[in-house]
């Protein structure tokens, strides 16, 4: 794909045929990220994470959408003394950060779903561009994180429904094996999916392919077959996978040239 810095092409051809752009945010208006394109989640969200998601981490200069996560001291407004809940027994918010996602504003079935960025490699720094299944809970929505990163290793992870969790189908590449100065480049990942495969890239390299089918197996309904997904692109902190950033210099930055949605022309 065309990773060019005039703005998306219309038409691209692959070995899987031609096609057609259908959506894209090239983060060319300078000030807060589209709000027809993104809403936002808030406060403390998943997975035991440090941050507290809000808006206006998220900044749109040059052509770049920043999400610069910072580390914060400031009261946590859910808290409450003697809970156990991890999103309310924290009595201070530490960092904080922005999670977009086009949720109930635009979702797609099938194509190739693009994003070239830079992100912070450094101790700490979850940043992920992943899809859930519109108007379905976890996991019954499925999940495709087409790139995630933590702990030194560059993942790309497609998520079969079982019960209350996910069985995954992850592939993982460590820096160093992607070669010095990795870190400091913009980079192409993305995901071309039809009724039969998903396909997930890295620079238009396959890292893995899962094939559709695969979730039939589990007992439950095929997210893959049957559903839109919306996109989500966050910078997360900590929490189960992500590490211990109290050392990191913040901020912990996630730099996006732009995210793009083809679907192949009739």
């Not at 999400?67 to 914060?72: E, F, N, S």
């Not at 918010?93 to 960025?117: C, L, N, P, V």
């Not at 019960?163 to 460590?174: K, R, Y």
Request: hydrophobic share 35%; aromatic share 12%; charged share 15%.
């Amino acid at each position: 794909m065309d990773a060019g810095a005039d703005g998306p092409p219309q038409t691209e051809i692959t070995d899987g045929g031609t096609w057609r752009l259908v959506w894209s945010d090239e983060f060319n208006v300078d000030g807060a990220p589209d709000p027809s394109n993104w809403g936002y989640e808030k406060g403390f969200v998943r997975n035991q994470e440090l941050q507290w998601y809000q808006p206006n981490n998220a900044t749109v200069a040059n052509g770049i959408m920043t999400i610069a996560a910072q580390k914060v001291s400031m009261p946590n407004p859910n808290y409450v003394a003697g809970s156990s809940d991890w999103k309310t027994n924290r009595q201070t918010i530490s960092y904080t950060s922005t999670s977009m996602t086009t949720s109930g504003k635009h979702d797609w079935q099938y194509g190739r779903f693009e994003m070239r960025a830079k992100i912070d490699t450094r101790q700490g720094a979850w940043p992920a561009f992943w899809i859930l299944g519109s108007g379905t809970a976890w996991p019954q929505s499925g999940e495709v994180d087409i790139m995630e990163y933590y702990a030194n290793k560059v993942l790309a992870n497609v998520c079969t429904p079982a019960g209350s969790n996910c069985t995954w189908d992850s592939i993982n590449q460590s820096l160093s094996s992607l070669g010095s100065g990795w870190s400091n480049n913009f980079h192409i990942w993305a995901m071309e999916w039809d009724a039969t495969h998903i396909d997930l890239y890295l620079d238009d390299k396959l890292v893995n392919t899962y094939a559709v089918s695969t979730a039939n197996a589990s007992g439950q309904t095929n997210p893959y077959d049957n559903k839109k997904f919306y996109i989500l692109v966050n910078l997360a902190l900590g929490g189960t996978n992500g590490g211990d950033p109290s050392g990191t210099t913040f901020p912990i930055t996630y730099e996006v040239d732009y995210v793009r949605v083809y679907q192949k022309a009739n």
